[in-house]
């Protein structure tokens, strides 16, 4: 079959991996002039290895995407270290990445609130049972098995952070998911998640597969024979079509699509995000902190502050502090009008807090990636409005990380709706 992917990210590629050792003929169709999608990169001329525009990393328990590794020959190149976690209290910060140091955390006292965090989260990692978790919201859960001073001190931060205007909306099943899934050690790829997206690119070359880039597809359609894709270059005829895009690209690509399909697609709500790169000529966390969790009520301007540098070595990247600044946002925020040096004005009061000593002649180089389409927002009984891989137009299918509910987006999971996906139109 002559089998067309929309999309060269994780899940597109690993598609095509599987569809051409099915001895199809395969093509992708990437608008960006790169691969790897939301997990692609950048590189400074003095830097040994890529940067990711929008923080990446894998869990230990990534199956899929440490399986596709395996089967690629580059098991030997992923390494986990693990970073330092932390969380904000009246003014300082703790490290919260085990047990120990959870016990120890003061903003929930040593009594019954600690005992009830700990219940909690070792509920979530035991129970399988996702879908009672899904008829109910994260918010009223919480509130009623954690309880008002947990919820509020530790939960509804990162609700807030994540979900915006959404954040009492969201279904438990994000929750658990998001808990049963992480692990202390976090892994990444030598020389980046870019360097790894470029060898797999040039394997999938070498067995035959066509990566179009800077093609970018304005319009598909059924025709007699076959699918019918226009894009920038012409129009040709393909057996099958993958889209690995958002439900509302798909939705434009395709306007054909049956109406109940189409306004399943255009109705399920998401998060963009903007993330700020920085390189700083010094470490800004002294004490060699990872991820910061800051919480929107205490006047953070960002969700987390991430120092890559204190995950993966300086020496990486020319001696380069490697720092991000990200947060979740609704389409329409000023965030998304905002110039980068009215950004830069924004979080600097931020990048204060945790170093006092930071002035703004630290900051050597800014780069700001922004996303409408970078975090599904599932609401109650959600899994009732995910979109079928197979719509309803015969040889077409969709696999998106609108899809993967009700695990949260990420590589590994756009990995598994992929092959899920190639696995279905064999």
């Not at 051409?20 to 990169?41: C, K, M």
């Amino acid at each position: 079959m002559k089998i067309a992917i929309i999309g060269a990210g994780f899940g597109g590629m690993a598609a095509a991996y599987d569809l051409r050792n099915a001895g199809h003929d395969i093509t992708i169709f990437e608008s960006a002039d790169y691969v790897g999608g939301l997990a692609s990169g950048f590189k400074e001329p003095n830097w040994d290895w890529s940067v990711e525009k929008f923080y990446h990393h894998w869990f230990q328990t990534d199956k899929y995407m440490l399986g596709l590794i395996d089967e690629l020959g580059l098991k030997d190149k992923v390494i986990f270290p693990r970073p330092l976690t932390v969380v904000y209290d009246k003014g300082k910060f703790y490290p919260f990445d085990s047990i120990v140091k959870m016990a120890l955390f003061p903003g929930l006292g040593f009594g019954l609130d600690k005992i009830r965090f700990g219940f909690v989260g070792l509920f979530l990692r035991l129970t399988n049972n996702w879908r009672t978790l899904e008829k109910v919201t994260a918010d009223s859960w919480m509130l009623k098995y954690a309880g008002k001073n947990v919820y509020e001190k530790m939960w509804k931060p990162l609700l807030i952070g994540k979900f915006g205007p959404y954040y009492q909306d969201v279904n438990m099943a994000w929750m658990w998911a998001r808990i049963k899934a992480r692990t202390t050690r976090l892994g990444t790829f030598e020389g980046g998640f870019q360097s790894f997206t470029n060898l797999f690119a040039e394997r999938l070359k070498q067995q035959g597969v066509e990566i179009r880039l800077k093609a970018r597809v304005e319009s598909i359609k059924r025709e007699q024979a076959g699918l019918s894709l226009r894009s920038d270059a012409g129009t040709e005829s393909f057996d099958k079509v993958l889209v690995t895009t958002s439900p509302n690209l798909l939705a434009k690509l395709c306007s054909n699509l049956p109406s109940d399909y189409l306004k399943g697609l255009l109705e399920l709500k998401s998060m963009g995000a903007v993330v700020m790169v920085l390189s700083l000529k010094h470490q800004l966390s002294e004490q060699g902190y990872y991820w910061f969790n800051l919480p929107k009520e205490a006047g953070f301007p960002i969700l987390a502050l991430v120092e890559h540098t204190n995950f993966v070595g300086a020496e990486h990247f020319g001696g380069d502090h490697i720092l991000y600044a990200g947060d979740y946002l609704e389409l329409g925020h000023e965030y998304f009008s905002l110039s980068d040096d009215e950004l830069l004005e924004r979080f600097m009061p931020a990048f204060k807090k945790i170093n006092p000593a930071f002035e703004k002649d630290w900051v050597k180089k800014i780069w700001v990636n922004k996303t409408n389409y970078a975090q599904p927002v599932p609401l109650v009984n959600h899994s009732k409005n995910i979109p079928a891989i197979q719509t309803p137009i015969e040889g077409l299918y969709f696999a998106s990380m609108s899809q993967v509910y009700p695990w949260d987006r990420g590589t590994n999971f756009a990995v598994e709706i992929g092959r899920r996906a190639a696995k279905m139109m064999k």
